[in-house]
T-cell receptor, first 113, second 117 residues
């Protein structure tokens, strides 16, 4: 079974729409970390956020917000008022006690003008 | 200043050849990694080094041999290249002093696109 599931392979939106990227994870550890990374068309991987398993507070950074819910093992990412520059592949990743980072398969977000 | 650099950025070669990819980080991190990203964008860890010592080898064929001459460098040598080795290879580093769990953000290099013909 996948440890990190990003069920949305590709999402297309029009600029200024809000969009939510889903991430569901699976772990038996009580201590773990969740990450989101962005990979724009230029190819580099850019860190967006880290959340530990004991901190369920939602986080907002500008137009980006993250909703962490342990009850549903989800760590969803919302972009408000999307822009063309948000077009990228977004990866959710999980770090557990005895393994390194496990990435989901990524969600490609296409924002058109 | 580039935090994590890789050379070359593109590598095109014939099947059966041997090639190397170099990685350097100037962040003072203790832990470095190699990842492989396939054509479907799936990212998978290959190796993890902590303070020049190999910690994780994720069932990678032994044609792949990482070498860490010092904490700032982690090179990847690939023998007898096969078509299936075509991918983008990313080097990364982090402040983590233990390899797991990964706590800190990983800084990624720009990637090396390897094409095996």
């Amino acid at each position: 079974a996948q440890k990190v599931t990003q069920a949305q392979t590709e999402i297309s939106v029009v600029e200024k729409e809000d969009v939510t990227l889903d991430c569901v994870y699976e772990t038996r550890d009580t201590t773990y970390y969740l990450f989101w990374y962005k990979q724009p068309p230029s190819g580099e991987l850019v860190f967006l956020i880290r959340r530990n398993s004991f901190d369920e507070q939602n986080e907002i950074s500008g137009r980006y917000s993250w909703n962490f819910q342990k009850s549903t093992s989800s760590f969803n990412f919302t972009i408000t008022a999307s822009q063309v520059v948000d077009s990228a592949v977004y990866f959710c990743a999980l770090s557990e006690a005895y393994s390194t980072l496990t990435f989901g398969k990524g969600t490609m977000l296409l924002v058109s003008p | 200043d580039t935090a994590v650099s890789q050379t070359p950025k593109y590598l095109v070669t014939q099947m059966g050849n041997d090639k190397s990819i170099k990685c350097e980080q100037n962040l003072g991190h203790d832990t470095m990694y190699w990842y492989k990203q396939d054509s479907k964008k799936f990212l998978k860890i290959m190796f993890s080094y902590n303070n020049k010592e190999l910690i994780i080898n994720e069932t990678v064929p032994n044609r792949f041999s990482p070498k860490s001459p010092d904490k700032a460098h982690l090179n990847l040598h690939i023998n007898s290249l096969e078509l299936g080795d075509s991918a983008v290879y990313f080097c990364a580093s982090s402040q983590d002093t233990a390899v797991a769990p990964v706590y800190n953000e990983q800084f990624f290099g720009p990637g090396t696109r390897l094409t095996v013909l």
